[in-house]
């Protein structure tokens, strides 16, 4: 089975590692987010949520279009600043000074 997803008002289906959509401009869009390991009926499922929550849309159940959650972020401040120093983030904070 198949997963469906609604984003921008446009339908598409992800299905055996592959989206395929009416739009080519959002059908690029998911497909640059599509996992091709996801090939159980669980494993698509899981996907499609990801990437309905990560452009803000709907994923279909079997009550009907909910609302697909934002996904957590990737990358987080504190992985590249000092808890206390939010302002020493930066690929070049190692030219800083330190005190």
Known sequence: MSARIRVYGKEAVFTQGAWQCDDESLQAMLQALADPRAVTEEQERTHALYAAGRFGGL???EY???AAPHPEAEIRMEDFAPARQPERAGWLSFLRRRK
């Open 64 to 66: 009907g279009w909910e």
């Open 59 to 61: 994923i279909a159940t």
